[in-house]
């Protein structure tokens, strides 16, 4: 069972465009989430960490999390090309010593 | 910003040989970790090391699999002997905390024929 739930599996946005994406834990322990994001052929870079209630925002990039459902979104703003990548959710629990990664989310941002 | 560094980038080696992939992690880091990435798809969770000691490992890290980094050299995923199913790219991270960013090295491409 995958215990990091991210969808839609694929997106595809025009540039300009507002993209969304959503991640769920199964894990009733999970309290730390993080959104990495990987271009192809590259490694994964952190994008933003959420580990309380309610909303962050860096620049284009806002996170939301809601620790009750153990669910978090990213959203991105005025989308641009070199936004397409792998988006990957990642969630820890009160360690930290074990982070789980989804299965990602493919962003395509078409010019 | 930070960087990790994996050595080699490609590994080609028969099934049955052993293989070490070294990396060396940012300077002031304290978590290392191990991950495995097949086909682009879902980084799988391999192993953390921390404080000399791996401190979580998946079903993933098999009996074949171990993890050291000696007098804060290289650390070291060692994988012996090496398995068909273990072709793929194995990323290495390293961070300052338990909750702190990750930083990825560039991978290294592992081909068992």
């Known amino acids: 069972q995958q215990k990091v739930q991210q969808s839609p599996e694929s997106l595809i946005v025009p540039e300009g465009g507002m993209a969304s994406l959503n991640c769920t834990s199964s894990?009733?322990?999970?309290?730390y989430f993080w959104w990495y994001r990987q271009h192809s052929g590259k490694s994964p870079k952190m994008l933003m960490?959420?580990?309380?209630?309610g909303e962050k925002e860096e620049g284009r990039f806002t996170v939301h999390l809601n620790k009750a459902s153990l669910h978090t979104s990213l959203h991105i703003r005025d989308s641009q090309p070199s936004d397409s990548a792998l988006y990957l959710c990642?969630?820890?629990?009160?360690?930290?010593?074990?982070?789980?990664f989804g299965k990602g989310t493919h962003l395509h941002v078409l010019p | 910003g930070p960087k990790v560094l994996q050595i080699p980038s490609h590994q080609i080696i028969d099934m049955g040989q052993m293989v070490t992939l070294n990396c060396d992690p940012v300077?002031?880091?304290?978590?290392f970790y191990w991950y495995k990435q097949i086909l682009g798809q879902q980084m799988e969770f391999l192993v953390n090391?921390?404080?000399?000691?791996?401190?979580?490992k998946s079903k993933l890290f098999k009996d074949q699999f171990s993890v050291e980094r000696p007098d804060g050299s290289y650390f070291t995923l060692k994988i012996q002997p090496t398995a068909l199913e273990d072709s793929a790219v194995y990323f290495c991270?390293?961070?300052?905390?338990?909750?702190?960013?990750?930083?990825f090295g560039p991978g290294t491409r592992l081909t068992v024929l």
């Open positions: 300077s002031n880091h304290l978590y």
């Open positions: 960490s959420i580990f309380s209630n």
């Open positions: 991270a390293s961070s300052s905390g338990a909750y702190a960013e990750q930083f």
């Open positions: 894990d009733r322990n999970v309290d």
């Open positions: 090391f921390y404080n000399g000691k791996v401190m979580e």
């Open positions: 990642a969630a820890a629990d009160t360690n930290a010593y074990k982070v789980i």
